[in-house]
């Protein structure tokens, strides 16, 4: 693989995590679900950040007392 | 349009894991062989699977920093743990797998649809 | 069906020839849409997608919009940005003169841990596993720190192993060249760690608090 193929491939992952999984997102009558999984892809990695983070602010609470 | 690497170090590989599967998963090439199919679902729940421990084990170590477990639970705690980890990296190997792999990224899943 | 490419504030100056590209002025917003074509999600769609962002941010300051948004029509289209309008006008104030740099960061070499955990029981591997929770974040802090500063903002994912780090910085227009020489700095400064830096990127992960 070429070197500039594969600069491009590289940046590619940040591309797809840019145009699927950020931007403004707006009401439209049909928003494009990128083969469903795609966006799951990027929407997961959204959910668990913001857990996480919720979680250090204090909005959600942290594990249960089963411990 | 311009190249986008601004940095780049020498071995590009270790950040390129994502994409093959990537790529699949944008040009929708179907794989029906049953054992890639197989191997793409277990990559998701897998992936899933991974995510939760380490969000769990992350929340355990938090609540380890604040005190408030005793030395059993702890002890407990740290042998699901471990145990969830050693179960995992089986199935990863089950699967022929590797941790790249379940980088979130859904790879093959992406050719069911 | 109309496809949304971007959010400006500043409809002036003439737009690309890449798409049958027009404004959608919305109360002083405009949306930049085209006619949608069929629904593609290859890379090179996405490639080209970006190209004609990228093409309309070389001439004014601009919110990119998510891939793959369409709406029926401009009436449409102004009803959905009218809905936002203060967020975006927001927004679009807080993105002005900023473009956003990607930064990648994987141990080098063959850092990391044993892929299966062999501590003696179970309070020792919380303990090994917080050690290199410290240690990855200490790290991650000695690269990400020192970067947030030349920034005007900056937003992290949670790392996932392998990678370490997975940020995007919000920097001056003119500001590209000093980030990326502290970017190859911190590189040099640290062989353990593979540093990766991609943009110029339209803000995408700067158009929503």
Redesign the interface.
Known sequence: MST?V?????????????????????????????????L??VQ???L??S??TA?DEGYLP??GGA? | MRDKLLHAPPDLDPFMGELPRLDDALSRRVNADPESLERGLAQLVLTIVELLRQLMERQALRRIDSGGLSDEQEERLGRTFMELDRRMAELREEFGLTKEDLNLDLGPLGRLL | MIELYAITDNPGPPLPDLAALELVPVDGLAAVCAPAGEADVSADALWHHEEVVEALMADRDLLPVRYGTRLEDEHAVTRAVEERRDELAAALDRVRGAIEVSVRVLPSGDAGRAAVPDAAGGAEYLRQRADEQASQAGTVRAVSEPLAALARASTTSNPRPPELLRAAYLIERDAVEPFTAEVARLQRAHAELSILCTGPWPPYSFTER
């Open positions: 500039a594969a600069e491009r491939d590289v940046a590619l992952v940040d591309l797809v995590d840019r145009l699927l999984g950020g931007g403004v997102v707006i009401a439209g009558d049909i928003t494009l679900a990128v083969a469903d999984v795609d799951v892809y997961l990695r959204a668990i950040s857990v996480a979680q942290r594990m411990l």
